[in-house]
């Protein structure tokens, strides 16, 4: 063994020598070597130096002897290139330094050839290189130093390796192993990171297994071998979890030809599809389920039968299409329950199930909105934009994610128009003429979208109210346009109208992030609007309804009486008619109602987002493709061009969506199963329609902080849904005849009644107590103090981490007049260096010299 | 029928596409309507009340006089698709960067750019102008002579570019083309150019410019580009002559040979 390590070092000598050879060729280049170089020899030598204070503190936990000869060494060391570099500044012959050069060449190679090796070995290496040093330059040879290197050689063989080598040998294997940890954040160029991985690998895997002696180098083969399969078996189970997110590969190909903001939309879609998908677990585990299975089947009473009138035509696709006929009368509406306390052998609460699902779905809602917005504030931290624009702007404005060519020239574009407006941005705040123009404009932008909203909502009232009249006159005498009406002209509002205000917003010059949150927050204005109206018109025909089954109910006790006095007197002691249940009068049911309205819109808005994606993108993008060989201009680069995808609408139409669901999930438990078939189609039918028919962005821009403004959005339109619903619930009573609350005074009656019956008396009473408003209103109270503090600790908080961002700042500021203070005193140093070299001037290694100053001026 | 609220709701859209396009509709006013007005009017075509406005206008003999002249018609007045200032002043820097001797101009239209660019030529070189229409280049020829540049500068050939370009060689005696400018019809530039690559007149960085390449556009031209892998091209990216809303591209290609 050691002679092979002998031979191996002679080898590395002989190549040494062979390398000083040539070196002796090429010197007079050698002498003009660039200053990178330089400084690449330096980091080396810092490197070095780097290593050996890291040794010396391994080192300190050893026993006494070893120590001191270490010392001893690295102090020699330290001497030694000391009086080398004293020596090259005094001006030595041109040889020595040359050599010195050479040496330190061929100990940086020998450090990165050997570099899988142990540090043992290195340590050799130096002590041998120091040897050779001293041959050369002192010619003192220690006596001492040779037994030390001779120690060393036999260090090196693991099988008779003394404990305390071993734990040496074992340091060095964990610092490999904390060095490929760490590769990854090291400052090197990636050639050198390659080769660094590769051999402490191979050092890792050599050294690890020879660990250990006996029983206990078993052991830790074993140990080892068992760390190393529990990673793959973690690292396989992390691509697992990656792989088993839905549709994530679909997403990241967007993002990668669409940059974040598009993705970002795709990511809410997704995230929506999880909360309709546990809303739907909700409503069909807890509520249809249960009444199709453990319920009174089809045509066992009145309310869960169609009509006589409406037999003929209840299973025509028309009347089905329109949430009528056999639709109506099953699980997917609130009049198909019955009232009945409990139904089936499990003794199932139905009206209270009905009622807690109603209210869980919102609770939930809530909750997972709440919580994602906290978590959303927590990740995007305390940016501020204003402060250093220029620098966020080099160094951040790139998005990583982007993978295609096309998207990324569309970024390099943006991103120099972006500088190019930011420096005319920043020319213009110092010149401070142009602003009364731009704040025209943008006052004016604003009241053309307040006269668009204003129009857009007289037009949806006039049609409310046209609507009613026709409902009056009766549907079967309008045309399918009038009766439709009502839903064309939302539908087709709210799909002109934000592409007017996108082409209004061009008017107000904004960063494109801030000019989609104004476009958002106009569109969801129109949304709202719409919404309102139209459940303000919803509720017009509530009360048109509950008139009608006042009038209904005053028949049915009319028709009742007339049916018994006409069968009574014939024979009494007979059973009660049996009268078949389609034939029995029934009210209104306006719960039904609402429910089929809502149902309605949801489909209609569907059909049309699908139908505008066709059109608006597809059959444009064909027509544009094919169209181009035969036309006159460039279709593709001119005038239609491709679409390009509109974050802002999708984003809000999805939001309005989600409302909708919220406010009707109450009177149509089958919302949240439509709604997530809808959302599963639209997942797909948009990831194929923006791959294959739009183009990117021309201005791509990351979406980092829109996450939250979606998230905020969300909560407002949740709130704003449920606040109908909760509305409706609470005031209006429930029909007499359809529904599970059916007999009620209030639909929340339910609870009381639970608590009455199902419980032990003390809990009806505990909760009396718990809802006397002398308990509640201190609670409430008490919530809001709580809020109040937790509110004002957060500010002070922001408060300290503005302070301490000051801080930070004034230490930067601090630090660079010290930089700046030792580069002047590094420059004084070197001209003190040309003087001397002018001095000595006609000496031909006066450049060597120069060099080895601007190096040593570099450390400073 | 369908029912006036429906119709209405249709308004927004209509809003749009007006303001979205509103420079096309503009472009179309101007370059078609008034111009069929105005031939109807007057009786003289295009080019010809062009040609009297520069007379009235222009100093004769200063080049950059019958621009500007020629610039406040367009943009004012009437609307010819000229270079225009804008995409001139990259043409002339492209020039001056170059300073071609042999220089090869691919419709002259009523002389305008042939005036840019002789303009900007390096003394004893020579342009070759070629314009198909007999009457447009009636008036080209009067220009250039107004603007001072005589036989030995400027070179007019009326005939058809595809007919013109076999037969520079055997014609003109020319060996090698310098520069090439290309502003004749768009549906022409992509043979032209594969014309002009099997003539042999193009040398290792021969620079060719083609002015219009995204409006009205010329896609094949541009494909052709791409694939051949003769050249290094890029296209500089400028609003329509005379109109502000409208983007167009002028691509600059430098021939690099087979390699």
Known sequence: RRRRRDGERDKKRRENGRRKASKDVGEGEEKYQTKREKRERGKTKRSKNDREAKRRETYKEEPVKVKSNKTREIGKNAKNENTRKWEARMGEPEESYTKEKKKRKSAKKEMEEDGGHSIAKEETHQVNKIKKKKKKETSEVDNEDNEEEDDKEKELRPEDLSPEELEKLKEAVDERKKLIQSLRGKPWPMKKKLVALRESQEFVEKYEGALGKGKGRKLYAYKVMMTKKWMKFQRDLENFKTACIPWEMKIKEIESHFGSSVASYFIFLRWMYGINMILFGLTFGLVMVPEALMGRPYGSIPRKTVPRAEEASAMDFAVLWDCGGYAQYSVLFYGYYNNQRAIGWLKFRMPLSYFLVGVGTVAYSYMVVIRTMARNANESGVGDDNSFNFSWKTFTSWDYLIGNPETADNKFASITTSFKEAILEEQESRKDDNIHLTRFLRVLANFLVLCCLAGSGYLIYFVVRRSQKFALDGLENHTWWERNEVNMVMSLLGMFCPMLFDVISTLENYHPRVALQWQLGRIFALFLGNLYTFIIALMDEINLKREEEMIVKFNITMWETSLYNGTEPENSTAPPISIHPADVPRGPCWETMVGQEFVRLIISDTMTTYITLLIGDFIRAVLVRFLNYCWCWDLEAGFPSYSEFDVSGNVLGLIFNQGMIWMGAFYAPCLPALNVLRLHVSMYLQCWSVMCCNVPQERVFKASGSNNFYMAMLLVILFLSTLPAIYTIVTIPPSFDCGPFSGKKRMFDVIHETLESDFPAWFGKVFSYASNPGLVLPFILLMVLAIYYLQSTSKSYKEANVELKKKLQAQNEENKKKNKRAALQAQMVLEEARKVASQTAGQPNNSTVLQEYESEAFYF | ?259
């Open chain 2, 1 to 259: 029928m369908v029912s006036p609220a429906i119709a209405l709701a249709f308004l927004p859209l209509l809003l749009t596409l007006i303001i979205r396009y509103r420079y096309y509709f503009v472009l179309f006013y101007r370059a078609v309507l008034v111009r069929i007005w105005r031939d109807c009017v007057t009786g003289l075509s295009r080019e010809e009340r062009a040609y009297q406005y520069v007379l009235v206008h222009a100093t004769p003999g200063d080049p950059d006089s019958i621009l500007e002249a020629f610039d406040v018609w367009c943009s004012k007045v009437e609307y010819i698709s000229n270079i225009g200032p804008k995409k001139g002043k990259i043409l002339d820097r492209l020039l001056m960067e170059q300073s071609p001797l042999t220089v090869l101009e691919l419709g002259a239209h009523c002389g305008y750019s042939t005036v840019r660019i002789a303009r900007a030529l390096p003394l004893g070189a020579r342009l070759y102008s070629v314009e198909m229409d007999q009457r447009n280049a009636a008036i080209a020829e009067k220009i250039i002579r107004l603007a001072g540049f005589d036989d030995d500068t400027v070179e007019l050939i009326v005939n058809p570019s595809d007919e013109v370009i076999p037969r520079l060689r055997a014609d003109y005696g020319l060996e090698r083309l310098d520069f090439v400018f290309m502003d004749h019809w768009k549906k022409s530039y992509c043979p032209d150019l594969q014309l002009l690559e099997g003539s042999g007149l193009l040398g290792k960085g021969s620079m060719i410019v083609a002015d219009n390449v995204l409006f009205p556009g010329a896609p094949k031209f541009l494909r052709h580009i791409r694939k051949s892998g003769l050249y290094e091209w890029k296209v500089h990216r400028a609003t329509l002559e005379y109109s502000k809303g409208i983007r167009d591209g002028m691509a600059e290609l430098v021939y690099q040979g087979i390699k």
